[in-house]
Every structure is written in structure tokens, then in C-alpha cells.
């Protein structure tokens, strides 16, 4: 049986959700703890709340949350009372008070609550405890599906109590999500080794709208994992974390190529990745009889055709990015490449430093970047040699792959 205490509202003197004032100012109580005493004070009575509620209304962790219910247990305001079934101990209930029940906690509560425990002009309200025992105990991750009075179910499949319309809503919707769970499954690459009925739990944890984007988006969360050749998680560990949402993170590895501006950090990043590999020699057109003159005489002549044919033809993708920015049209580059570009330093078109860099691209036969107004160029930190070949050393798997278009 579960250890998770199931929470249930004691009586109160009104159905409506009037809480007294000390409830805000017994100092004794930390802030939190008051914000879950009145929390659960507006509701109706017999309300069940699992513990996973209160972590997600509350947005805290379990040890807050059970923390929380510790104070208001110690000072009066919560019970816990043992229920039996069949001459047997069952689950553990919290039964919530709006006055301590300690005298002695009541006193020190009136004495700097002005007129909280005055008596009422009216009796009090008659109302007896409801003789429908309590829910059953339900773990976090169940979020008591199978409970018509409580607020996951009704934010997560909008059930309304006491209704027989919404009695077979809530069938339908819990086998439309087995349905969804089962699909998808089937298309996690882990899933046979994987505890199947933990995934489920952690399904059943997500909200619908976080369960369509699972759906929608884990295909190209696959693919981003497959590209880098990275490792796949168990499933559960999957949809706990939410890992799709880390497709839209620029720091990620799996996050999806996204268009930078020209002469940007990212923009130079793949820019440099490109350059770095082989030239494409194969598909250059062949040399005039005036090239192959000069090549036939060797030196410095030979060098400056040899350079001009690399810097035309060698690399056409660096040449057409150099098209695009004169037009300011931006490229994709992958998110490894843009993390790798945050290190980049800022150097002037004028600057000694560019002029350095000018000439490591020569030397090399790579086009240097065409003059379009832009002043500014970023550059990896250091000397050009040296700065090219930690680059080279950080990118040597992306140069693998399809980084810029």
C-alpha cells in the first residue's frame, strides 16, 4: 500500500471558502505552510488531494510539500487519522481544521488574532462528515485518476462531480491516453529494455498539452539524438524531464539548427566549420591554356592561380553564404556550433588582428569574407593558427555533418 497520506477536509462551520484571518497571521506557521492551509481550506468538504498536488499547485518537491503538512500538524491545524477496513489498518488521512485543535495553540493564536475566536452570532453550521469513506491512497505519479473530486482531475480531464456524463468522460479520456501511452511507446528506442508501467506513471503525470507535444515532437528528438550519436535515456527518465522541450534550447546538442544573421558568432562558426574541410577539387572547371601557363612556370605565379581556383570553387557553399549576406540573408547552423561561437572575439575589419586573419585565409585558399558595410567580424580567440586549430579540434565532429546550408 502506498505511503503517501491521502488529505481530507474536516467539518467547517460554512460550505463557503471564508478563512479566518489568524490563518494568515499565526506567525508560527511559515509562509508556505499558510498558503496550504488556505489552500486547502477553500475547498469543499471531503476535497482529496494527493501529495502530488500540493508539489504541482504549490511548485515545490516532495520533501517541501511533506514539510508543509509536518507544520500544520504540529501546531493544530491538521490530524492524521488512521483508517480501518475489514478490522484492518488502511491508508493514512489528514483531516485540516481552520482553528488549531491544540488549546493551548488556540491561545496563543487569539491572543494576536483580535477577533478570530470570538463567539458566532449564528450557530454554526450543522454539517456531519460525509459517510463515504475516502479515496483510496494513490501514488504521486497516478495523480488519483480514478478520484472525481480532485483538482487534477478536473484541470486534466475536466470531470465534472456527481455527473454521469462526466463519469463516461473520464473512462473515455483515460482510455484515449492508454491509447496515446501505448502508441508512443512502441516508437521509444528503449523501450523494451524499459519498465514499462514507469513510463505510464510518468504518461499519466503530464498534462494533455505536454503529452501532445511529446507526441508531436519525440520523432525529431530521436533524430537530433541519431545525428550526434548520442545515447537514449529509459523512457520514464524521458518524460519526466520533459526532454523534447530541449529541441527549442540554443545550448543543447539536440536542438534544432536555427538561422543566424551573416558575420554573427554562429554565422562565422559554420562558416570556418566548412572551410575546414577538403576542398571540393573534383568539380572545378578545367584551367584556360593561360592557367596552365602559369602553373607550368611555377612560383609565386603558380601559387596565385592555384589560390584564386580554391577560393572560386573549392568551398561553394562558403560562397554562396557570402552571396546571402549581401542580400543579409542568414544561414542554419547546428547548436553545437553556435555553443562552440560564444567563445568568438570581436575584431575590427581594420584591426591588425583581421589583417592576420586576412592572410591565414590565403594561405589556405579560402574566400575571404566580401565586403558588404560590415566593420565588425568575430573570430576565435587567440592568433589565427593557433585559434584554427583548437577549432578545428572542437568541431571535428560536426565537420562530419550537414551544419550550414
Not at 519498465?195 to 503525470?205: C, G, H, M, V
Not at 537514449?232 to 527549442?248: C, I, P, R
Not at 557570402?322 to 544561414?331: E, K, L, P, S, T
Request: net charge neutral; glycine share 6%.
Amino acid at each position: 500500500m502506498s505511503s503517501e497520506a491521502t488529505i481530507r477536509r474536516g467539518v467547517r462551520n460554512s460550505r463557503y471558502a471564508a478563512i479566518p484571518n489568524h490563518v494568515f497571521e499565526d506567525s508560527r506557521l511559515s509562509m508556505e505552510a499558510r498558503w496550504l492551509l488556505s489552500y486547502l481550506l477553500s475547498k469543499p468538504d471531503n476535497w482529496t488531494v494527493v501529495i502530488g498536488d500540493i508539489i504541482k499547485k504549490g511548485n515545490c518537491g516532495r520533501d517541501k510539500a511533506r514539510g508543509m503538512i509536518a507544520e500544520l500538524v504540529k501546531f493544530g491545524y491538521a490530524e492524521r487519522e488512521q483508517q480501518r477496513a475489514d478490522g484492518k489498518f488502511g491508508s493514512s488521512v489528514l483531516v485540516i481544521f481552520d482553528e488549531p485543535r491544540d488549546s493551548h495553540a488556540a491561545e496563543i493564536v487569539g491572543e494576536t488574532s483580535g477577533v478570530a475566536f470570538l463567539p458566532q452570532t449564528d450557530l454554526p453550521a450543522t454539517v456531519s462528515p460525509s459517510p463515504v469513506p475516502p479515496s483510496p491512497v494513490k501514488s504521486a505519479h497516478s495523480n488519483n485518476l480514478d478520484s472525481a473530486n480532485t483538482d487534477c482531475q478536473k484541470e486534466r480531464e475536466g470531470a465534472r462531480a456527481g455527473s454521469e456524463e462526466s463519469d463516461t468522460s473520464v473512462v473515455e479520456d483515460r482510455k484515449r491516453i492508454e491509447r496515446d501511452f501505448k502508441a508512443w511507446y512502441r516508437t521509444w528506442p528503449t523501450s523494451l529494455n524499459d519498465s514499462e508501467q514507469a513510463a505510464r506513471d510518468a504518461w499519466a503525470a503530464l498534462t494533455p498539452e505536454e503529452r501532445a507535444a511529446c507526441i508531436e515532437r519525440t520523432p525529431t528528438f530521436i533524430s537530433a539524438v541519431k545525428a550526434i550519436k548520442g545515447k537514449f535515456t529509459f523512457s520514464s527518465v524521458y518524460l519526466k524531464g520533459k526532454a523534447w522541450e530541449k529541441l527549442d534550447d540554443p545550448k543543447s546538442e539536440v536542438a534544432l539548427p536555427t538561422v543566424h544573421n551573416p558575420f554573427s558568432r554562429a554565422w562565422m562558426a559554420g562558416m570556418l566549420a566548412i572551410l575546414l574541410r577538403p576542398p571540393l577539387t573534383a568539380n572545378m572547371p578545367a584551367p584556360t591554356k593561360f592557367q596552365l601557363g602559369q602553373i607550368a612556370q611555377g612560383g609565386d605565379e603558380a601559387d596565385a592561380v592555384r589560390i584564386d581556383r580554391l577560393q572560386k570553387y573549392g568551398w561553394p557553399r562558403v560562397n554562396t553564404m557570402h552571396q546571402r549576406a549581401f542580400d543579409r540573408q542568414g544561414v542554419t547552423v547546428p547548436p553545437p556550433l553556435v555553443a562552440i561561437s560564444e567563445g568568438f572575439e570581436q575584431v575590427h575589419r581594420d584591426a591588425d588582428l583581421a589583417k592576420r586573419w586576412k592572410r591565414a585565409f590565403e594561405r589556405r585558399g579560402w574566400p575571404w569574407l566580401p565586403n558588404t558595410g560590415h566593420e565588425w567580424f568575430f573570430f576565435p580567440a587567440g592568433e589565427p593558427d593557433e585559434a584554427l586549430a583548437k577549432f578545428s579540434e572542437a568541431t571535428a565532429r560536426e565537420r562530419g555533418d550537414d551544419d550550414a546550408a
